[in-house]
């Protein structure tokens, strides 16, 4: 992927902790397009989960069925910045595993 090129970051976290996840990301270089920093598209919703045996559930309890409210996040990543935008999302984020996808930009008329 070229230097300039960027991914599309989406993170799954619970509304209590958008604004920390969001601003560690962009503390990480996320968010910048073009003279414009700080920009992300934010969608609320319900996550939903089960613990199994080994896990330690920052919120629910093993075996019993879960239901979160949760925003979907979504920031423009330059690819130079990747790996400390991911690590940025695991610190700041509550949950032991938690979801997220950097997805590359599909190629245009080809």
């Known amino acids: 992927m070229p230097r300039d090129a960027a ?3 989406v993170a799954y ?10 601003d560690a990301v962009f ?3 996320a968010g ?3 003279d414009y920093e700080a920009c992300a598209f ?3 919703g319900i996550g939903q989960f ?7 559930p920052v919120i629910g309890q093993v075996g019993q069925l879960e239901r979160v409210d949760e925003d979907r996040i979504e920031v423009v990543v330059p ?3 990747a790996q400390a935008v991911v690590a940025a999302v695991r610190a700041a ?3 032991e595993e938690p979801v997220w996808h950097l997805l590359a930009p599909a190629g245009i008329g080809e």
């Not at 089960?50 to 330690?56: K, N, Y």
Request: aromatic share 6%; hydrophobic share 45%; net charge positive.
């Open 13 to 22: 976290v619970p509304v209590t902790h958008t604004n920390c996840v969001l």
């Open 27 to 29: 503390a990480a270089g």
């Open 42 to 44: 934010v969608s609320r």
């Open 50 to 56: 089960r613990p199994r045996r080994d896990a330690l």
């Open 7 to 9: 991914y599309l970051l």
């Open 79 to 81: 690819a130079p910045v």
């Open 93 to 95: 984020h509550p949950y």
């Open 32 to 34: 910048v397009i073009g």
